[in-house]
């Protein structure tokens, strides 16, 4: 499973991003897909998760600034950010989990300036 992410960039703070990441390869009818955070100096935190089914959960962090969403057609995953915080500032990364095993894209930068 190959995972593209992208939407990162730099924004004020109290402004809005959206990530994106497409799946492709071997992908699973059931299946997990969220995106993790990581800054400097910082372990990698789980931000968001969505199954295939639907149900989601978020990280205690971003509840109420941030949407997971997913296509299930286009095998992609959304990541709606709202009133973005210099602390958001991180590689977001996009995670795949289903029978065939768990995968990690590369990442893109999201910066919070303030």
């Known amino acids: 499973v190959q995972l593209q992410a992208s939407g990162g960039g730099l924004v004020q703070a109290g402004g809005s991003l959206r990530l994106s990441c497409v799946a492709s390869g071997s992908i699973s009818s059931v299946n997990v897909m969220g995106w993790f955070r990581q800054s400097p100096g910082k372990q990698r935190e789980l931000v968001a998760t969505?199954?295939?089914?639907?149900?989601?959960s978020y990280a205690d962090s971003v509840k109420g600034r941030v949407t997971i969403s997913r296509d299930n057609a286009k095998n992609t995953v959304y990541l709606q950010m709202n009133s973005l915080k210099p602390e958001d500032t991180a590689v977001y990364s996009c995670?795949?989990?289903?029978?065939?095993?768990?995968?990690w894209g590369q990442g893109t930068l999201v910066t919070v300036s303030s």
């Open positions: 995670y795949y989990g289903g029978m065939n095993g768990n995968y």
């Open positions: 969505i199954i295939s089914g639907g149900s989601t």
